[in-house]
């Protein structure tokens, strides 16, 4: 069966909204979004205009910072900290990929923790570690979301988790080993991937390699999280190409029990995370 996150996310986004608009009725300014991009990468373009769909949609101001591709690190630098100084602005974030030349570290560092709706700042992954209340990073806190609207009984669950990057692989490890999962984190030298996953009940798949898992290596049952966006030519789409996930889908949907498309399924919840936290951070700066 699909794990339709288009619908799930869509509740939230409902929910956000009728928050938003109560606090309004108040006489409460409305929650504030910035986002910092940096040049004119396509797909960054596409996922800042999904995001400021969304939060208009939710009554959230958004507020697009576009600078040049060739912006130096100190005039971003001094960007993301006047955005993060801005009272006005609850949540900020930065795109990225950032261009090449640009430290994409030293950037996320210069945002506010408190302001850091990404959830991507060391200080809220080290309270992450921590099992600390923090922002969560909204990819991996979206995928448990997922997961948990299959009603399945998380404790000890065997997991396998393939992808260690700190945006996704190592974040949604954490999260799920907070919900009781007996976690396994493969990446590019593990030995013997299709046999580690086979015996994997929960499958989360962050690769970035098209259809790279095949269905006859998911176990019968197993629920499937395909975290994969990739973009493969397609010459009869008007865009010229389709997007695909990292898990081989026609083959894998007839084993598992619960499995997400790619489009379909992750990528909606990563927006409705962001919405999220940015509602949390709003009441939080005004004790509401
Ligand atoms: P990264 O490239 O940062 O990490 C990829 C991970 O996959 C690495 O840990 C790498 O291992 C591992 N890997 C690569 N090749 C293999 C292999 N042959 N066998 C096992 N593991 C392998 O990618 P991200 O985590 O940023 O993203 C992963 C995917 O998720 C991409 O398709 C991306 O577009 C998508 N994504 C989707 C989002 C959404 O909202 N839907 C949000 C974020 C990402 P190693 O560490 O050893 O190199």
């Known amino acids: 069966m699909n794990i339709d996150g288009n619908s799930i996310a869509g509740k939230i986004f409902y929910d956000i909204a009728a928050e938003v608009r109560e606090f309004i009725k108040k006489g409460l300014p409305p929650p504030h979004l910035a986002v910092i991009l940096v040049g004119n990468n396509p797909a960054s373009e596409t996922y800042v205009n999904i995001k400021k769909k969304r939060a208009t949609e939710c009554g959230i101001d958004f507020t697009l910072l576009h600078l040049q591709e060739d912006t130096p690190q100190e005039e971003l630098i001094a960007k993301i900290r006047e955005t993060s100084n801005n009272p006005a602005v609850d949540g900020l974030i930065v795109q990225v990929p950032l261009p090449k030349g640009l430290d994409e570290k030293k950037a996320l560092q210069e945002i506010s923790p408190d302001?850091?709706?990404?959830?991507?700042?060391?200080?809220?992954?080290?309270?992450?570690?921590?099992?600390?209340?923090?922002?969560?990073?909204?990819?991996?806190?979206?995928?448990?979301?997922?997961?948990r609207s299959t009603g399945r009984d998380l404790n000890g669950l065997n997991t396998v988790v393939v992808g260690r990057s700190n945006i996704v692989g190592k974040p949604v490890s954490l999260?799920?080993?907070?919900e009781n999962c007996t976690v396994t984190i493969c990446h590019s030298r593990t030995k013997d991937l299709p046999g580690i996953i086979k015996k994997a009940d929960l499958l989360v798949a962050a690769i970035g390699r098209p259809e790279f898992i095949k269905g006859d290596w998911i176990k019968e049952g197993a629920i499937v999280i395909d975290v994969g966006t990739n973009r493969i030519e397609d010459k009869s789409r008007e865009k010229g190409y389709r997007q695909v996930g990292?898990?081989?889908?026609?083959?894998?949907?007839?084993?598992?029990?619960?499995?997400?498309?790619?489009?379909?399924?992750?990528?909606?919840?990563?927006?409705?995370?962001?919405?999220?936290?940015?509602?949390?951070?709003?009441?939080?700066?005004?004790?509401?």
Do not use: F, W
């Open 175 to 178: 999260l799920l080993l907070k």
């Open 115 to 147: 302001k850091d709706v990404d959830g991507l700042h060391p200080l809220n992954i080290g309270r992450l570690v921590q099992n600390e209340d923090s922002l969560l990073p909204c990819t991996p806190a979206g995928i448990i979301e997922l997961i």
């Open 246 to 288: 990292d898990v081989e889908y026609r083959t894998a949907s007839g084993r598992a029990s619960y499995i997400t498309p790619s489009p379909g399924g992750v990528g909606p919840m990563t927006v409705a995370m962001l919405l999220k936290n940015t509602l949390k951070v709003y009441k939080e700066h005004r004790a509401l």
